[in-house]
């Protein structure tokens, strides 16, 4: 089972992922068939090329991310809120979300799944 400290580690990974704007920083806390689901809800990004897809197109969107409080940790899941900041159809935005990842034995991401809804947009 993962540490709290690798959990957390892999949480702020991906924040400074987002802060360099670089997709494979994102990609390499993730297990090879892991999921991603943001929103949830959508239908999921599957394994390693899916998912660097999906955040190469989020970080062109100028996209950083905020944690608003601490990382919370139990078994092998990690929880935190925070605020996605981006421009996004000519407008800056903010989105207010709670991620969740779950973890495999090693530490990677086995399955990331983003709440938010339209509720949580502010422009």
Known sequence: ?????????????????????D??????????????EDPIGSPPHLGGEAIRAFYAASMATGATLHLSGPVRVAAAHAAFAMQVRLHWDGKDMAI????????????????????????????
């Open 1 to 21: 089972m993962p540490t709290p400290e690798q959990m957390e580690a892999a949480v702020h990974a991906y924040v400074e992922a987002f802060a360099k704007g």
């Open 23 to 36: 997709p494979e920083l994102a990609v390499a806390i993730f297990a090879d068939n892991a999921s991603v």
């Open 96 to 123: 207010d979300v709670i991620d969740t990842f779950a973890f495999d034995d090693e530490g990677k991401v086995t399955e990331m799944k983003a709440y938010f809804g339209p509720g949580n947009m502010h422009g």
